[in-house]
């Protein structure tokens, strides 16, 4: 169900923040305001005469607006040339696994689990939380673990 922001302060805090990331964005596009610096700054942010929604403004909830408004253009770029190899190289060890008729599953968990965190890295900060960092990093190194050690012959197929 659709709600307008006025009556959701969820929604509300969440479009004032994304519009506040991309004037940090125009203001500093190379780079940002710096690690960190979002509470700080963000007031300076706000469109003249506009008191903030009441909430927590530590972060912008959103990845991309995130790493783009606190580091700057170029570093959003790497970040996400970085998300994209980490499934292309998922992609490309599922299709090795699958040639070699191994188990893909993992692979295919991986690579669900990568569009899962980039669809929620739209609406939430992930990478500023160690437990979901943790997670992630876990997750996008399984399909390399699994690839080497099928490589070395440490599993037999079972297929």
């Known amino acids: 169900?659709?709600?307008?922001?006025?009556?959701?302060?969820?929604?509300?805090?969440?479009?004032?923040?994304?519009?506040?990331?991309?004037?940090?964005?125009?203001?500093?596009?190379?780079?940002?305001?710096?690690?960190?610096?979002?509470?700080?700054?963000?007031?300076?942010?706000?469109?003249?005469?506009?008191?903030?929604?009441?909430?927590?403004?530590?972060?912008?909830?959103?990845?991309?607006?995130?790493?783009?408004?606190?580091?700057?253009?170029?570093?959003?770029?790497?970040?996400?040339?970085?998300?994209m190899a980490l499934v292309w190289h998922a992609w490309r060890i599922r299709r090795s696994l699958a040639r070699s008729r191994r188990a893909t599953w993992l692979a295919d968990a991986t690579i669900a689990a990568w569009l899962a965190f980039m669809a929620e890295g739209w609406f939430e900060f992930n990478f500023g939380t160690s437990p979901v960092l943790i997670v992630f990093l876990f997750v996008v190194a399984t399909p390399f673990v699994v690839e080497r050690s099928f490589s070395a012959n440490r599993f037999v197929s079972r297929s």
């Open 1 to 83: 169900m659709l709600r307008h922001p006025s009556s959701d302060p969820s929604l509300a805090i969440r479009f004032e923040m994304w519009n506040v990331a991309l004037r940090m964005v125009r203001k500093h596009p190379w780079v940002g305001v710096g690690p960190n610096n979002i509470e700080q700054v963000y007031l300076l942010y706000l469109p003249p005469g506009t008191r903030p929604v009441v909430g927590y403004h530590e972060h912008l909830h959103s990845d991309f607006l995130q790493f783009g408004a606190e580091r700057g253009l170029p570093c959003l770029l790497a970040w996400v040339w970085l998300m």
